[in-house]
C-alpha cells in the first residue's frame, strides 16, 4: 500500500512577521510532487502565509483551535474563524498543549468532533513521557488518547484524521526514538484504526513520527513501514534543514 508521504512544519511560538515572511518565500521555491507539505504558522501569520502560498502546493494549517464554536471565550480562535481565512487543516492534541495547558482527552475529543463537524481535516497527536516508557505503559497510554481522542468518528469521518506519533521525552531534546520503537508504535496504532475501522481504513491512515527528525535522520526514519513523514519542530524553522527532511522523505 502506498501512502503518499507528508512532511509538516509545526512553528509553534516562533516567527514575527517579517521573520514568517522570509521563511515562507523561501519555502515557496520548493517544489514537490510526491510530498504533501504543510506549516503551522503562528494565529498571527496565517493570512499572510496563505496569501503568499496562494498558487503553492504547501498548505497552511492550524496550531489549536478552540472547541466551542463562538461565544464568550476571550482570547481563543473558532474553527469558523479558521475557515473565513481558509485554513483546512488543523493540529490537535499537541504534548505541549496537552502538558501546559492542561488539554486532557476529553477536551481533545471536542476540539476533534468540532473540528471534523466542519469539514476540517487534523493532525492528531499523541505520544508518552519518559516515565509512562520507562513504567512499560507507553502501547496502553497511546491505546488510550486516540481511543478517547478519535474513536467516537464515523468511518466516513475518521478519513480526514492524520496521527502524528511525538514521544515528549523525543520533542526538541535532539533524543530521537530508537528505529524499532517508532516503527512498532506506529504498527500499533494502525492495528488500533483496523481493529475498530477495518482494513480499509487503517491501510490508508498516515501515520506521521516527531521527535527531533533532522536532516541527518529523516531519511531513514520515513523509510520505516509504517512511517508516512514527519511533524518537524525546532528543524521546520530554518529553510536548508526544511527542504532537506522535504527531500528526504521522496521515495
Ligand atoms: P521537534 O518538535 O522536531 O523540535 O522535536 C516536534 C514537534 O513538537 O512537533
Known amino acids: 500500500m502506498s501512502r503518499k508521504k507528508i512532511v509538516a512544519g509545526n512553528w509553534k511560538m516562533n516567527m514575527t512577521q517579517d521573520q514568517s515572511i522570509n521563511l515562507i518565500s523561501e519555502l515557496n521555491q520548493i517544489t514537490s510532487n510526491d510530498v504533501e507539505i504543510k506549516i503551522a504558522p503562528s494565529f498571527t501569520n496565517l493570512s499572510k502565509a496563505i496569501l503568499i502560498l496562494e498558487n503553492s502546493e504547501i498548505e497552511v494549517i492550524a496550531q489549536n483551535v478552540h472547541f466551542e464554536e463562538r461565544g464568550a471565550f476571550t482570547g481563543e480562535i473558532s474553527v469558523e474563524m479558521l475557515k473565513s481565512i481558509g485554513v483546512s487543516n488543523i493540529i490537535i492534541g499537541h504534548s505541549e498543549r496537552r502538558k501546559y495547558f492542561n488539554e486532557t482527552d476529553i477536551i481533545l475529543s471536542k476540539k476533534v468532533k ?9 493532525i492528531f497527536c499523541v505520544g508518552e513521557e519518559l516515565s509512562e516508557r520507562e513504567k512499560g505503559n507507553h502501547f496502553d497510554l497511546i491505546k488510550s488518547q486516540i481511543i478517547n481522542g478519535l474513536f467516537e468518528l464515523s468511518t466516513d469521518k475518521i478519513k480526514s484524521v492524520i496521527v502524528a506519533y511525538e514521544p515528549v521525552w523525543a520533542i526538541g531534546t535532539g533524543k530521537t526514538a530508537e528505529n524499532h520503537q517508532i516503527q512498532q508504535m506506529h504498527e500499533f496504532i494502525r492495528k488500533l484504526f483496523k481493529d475498530n475501522y477495518g482494513n480499509d481504513i487503517s491501510n490508508k491512515l ?5 521527535g ?3 536532516p541527518n535522520n529523516a531519511k531513514e526514519i520515513f ?3 509504517d512511517v508516512d513523514g ?3 519542530g525546532g528543524a521546520s524553522l530554518n529553510f536548508s534543514d526544511f527542504k532537506a527532511i522535504v527531500q528526504a522523505a521522496h521515495g
Open 114 to 122: 468540532v473540528a471534523i463537524d466542519n469539514s476540517m481535516k487534523i
Open 212 to 214: 527531533s527528525v533532522k
Open 223 to 225: 523509510s520505516l513501514a
Open 206 to 210: 498516515r501515520i506521521l513520527y516527531g
Open 230 to 232: 514527519g511533524l518537524i
